[in-house]
């Protein structure tokens, strides 16, 4: 069964640097997710992307964060600045439709800013 | 303002009890409501979703409207049930929207033998 792949399983950076995490979604999805889960709390939504653009973004997801799906495979979370606030696990979804369709999660991706 | 309560953050029986995980949900519209689990070292999986009504591993769970909540119950548990468990809510987006989902805080089950 297909899944959903992200690199690296570990990050560690120091604060101010650039971070780039990595998602390869399932082929033939269309939707894809960036959510996050700092430890001992919820998983939040960050921000959802469809047809080459952001569809939606949270209060979170501000200017330092940016995504990009490249090459029509992978997608990527960037971080410009990292803070130690966004130490947290980060997990990518991808989805073929909206709604009732069963978002699909990667392993996550735990980010540790020192 | 979509939000998810799950009021339970430990939940602990014995194998073949019954198990109510407890899910309550604020939400202006019609939402999708799903239950994720995620059992250990493994990725976040759906488990079912209230427009299927459908029993998965035992597990049900039904939309009540009036009380704006929809429970996940079994009624044996079994040790491989231990888990923790999200309940998440997704609203209709534009045509071009996608349905981010907002969760809840999530329920560790344990099932002892």
């Known amino acids: 069964e297909p899944e959903v792949t992200q690199t690296p399983s570990h990050q560690v950076t120091q604060m101010g640097q650039e971070v780039i995490l990595r998602c390869v979604p399932i082929?033939?999805?269309?939707?894809f997710y960036w959510y996050r889960q700092i430890l001992g709390q919820k998983v939040e939504f960050l921000v959802s992307?469809?047809?080459?653009?952001?569809?939606?973004k949270s209060e979170i997801f501000d200017d330092q964060f940016s995504v990009e799906r490249p090459d029509g495979s992978n997608f990527t979370l960037k971080i410009r600045s990292t803070k130690l606030e966004d130490s947290a696990m980060y997990f990518c979804?991808?989805?073929?439709?909206?709604?009732?369709?069963?978002?699909?999660f990667g392993p996550g991706t735990r980010l540790t800013v020192t | 303002a979509q939000r998810v309560t799950q009021p339970e953050k430990l939940l602990s029986v014995f194998k073949g009890a019954p198990v109510e995980l407890k899910c309550n949900y604020s939400?202006?519209?019609?939402?999708?409501l799903f239950w994720y689990v995620q059992y250990s070292r493994q990725r976040l999986q759906l488990l079912l979703r209230?427009?299927s009504r459908e029993s998965i591993k035992g597990f049900t769970a039904d939309l009540n409207k009036g009380e704006t909540s929809f429970h996940l119950k079994k009624p044996f548990a079994q040790e491989e049930d231990s888990a923790m468990y999200y309940c998440a809510l997704s609203g209709l987006g534009g045509e071009t929207s996608g349905s981010r989902l907002t969760f809840g805080e999530g329920t560790q089950l344990t099932v002892n033998p």
């Open positions: 979804a991808s989805t073929w439709g909206r709604s009732s369709y069963e978002q699909y």
């Open positions: 992307f469809y047809n080459n653009e952001i569809s939606e």
């Open positions: 082929s033939n999805h269309l939707y």
């Open positions: 209230h427009i």
């Open positions: 939400y202006s519209g019609s939402p999708e």
